[in-house]
């Protein structure tokens, strides 16, 4: 089983509705992160979290949301989702012990119409 | 903030060969830098990490440097294979170290 899962996987969404994606984990860290990747921009982070109770604003946060619900998940929500928005999304966690390496989700591909 | 710079052209190169890719930064040098790998339509996947007291890091037919005059890391693969058709991703940590900025990637195609 995978470590790091993401749903939906593909999303298909109108201008103006509200989504969520999901982010699961079981490989026992504490830190989790929201990247959106774009053609020839490269990963960019959105929001970040190192534990239950730290939220914090990455590069790019505007026009999105997050909830830590658990240790293990970490959701992304586009309040009123805008073309702009359409783009790769992928979650990934680094251990507080070992926090250099990142481990990223398969990520989900998002189209706002 | 840090600005990172790789080649955002494809590098094709034939089977057998070495590539060679480039990861440029600009402002304060990082404890280390990062290189990831990324297949179409999946996550990056982590392959090496170099701190800024180590000049050069090998892994299999991975070998990645690291000039801090420079401010440049450059990433080798010897004997390359089709199966080393991907996207290389470079990444350095912000100056706090809490969160990773991530280069645009170089895209490598090796043909048999």
């Known amino acids: 089983d995978a470590d790091v899962t993401q749903t939906p996987r593909n999303r298909i969404t109108k201008t103006g509705k509200r989504i969520m994606l999901e982010c699961s984990q079981t490989?026992?860290?504490?830190?989790m992160y929201w990247y959106r990747q774009d053609p020839g921009l490269g990963l960019r982070l959105i929001y970040y979290?190192?534990?239950?109770?730290?939220?914090n604003k990455g590069e790019i946060s505007d026009g999105y949301s997050v909830s830590r619900q658990a240790q293990a998940k970490f959701s992304l929500s586009l309040e009123s989702a805008i073309p702009n928005q359409t783009a790769l999304y992928f979650c990934a966690t680094s251990s507080q012990t070992v926090q250099e390496t990142q481990y990223f989700g398969p990520g989900t591909r998002l189209l706002v119409l | 903030s840090q600005k990172i710079e790789q080649n955002s052209e494809a590098l094709n190169i034939q089977e057998g060969k070495t590539a060679t890719l480039t990861c440029n930064y600009t402002?304060?040098?990082?404890?280390?830098l990062q290189w990831y790998r990324q297949d179409p339509g999946r996550g990056p996947v982590f392959l090496l990490l170099i701190r800024e007291n180590e000049k050069e890091k090998r892994k299999e037919r991975l070998k990645v440097t690291f000039d801090t005059t420079l401010k440049q890391s450059l990433f080798h693969i010897t004997a390359s294979q089709p199966a080393d058709s991907a996207t290389y991703l470079c990444?350095?940590?912000?100056?706090?170290?809490?969160?990773?900025?991530f280069g645009g990637g170089t895209r490598v195609l090796v043909k048999p």
């Open positions: 990444a350095l940590p912000s100056a706090a170290g809490n969160k990773l900025t």
């Open positions: 402002n304060y040098s990082p404890a280390y």
């Open positions: 490989k026992g860290h504490d830190r």
């Open positions: 979290s190192f534990d239950v109770k730290d939220i």
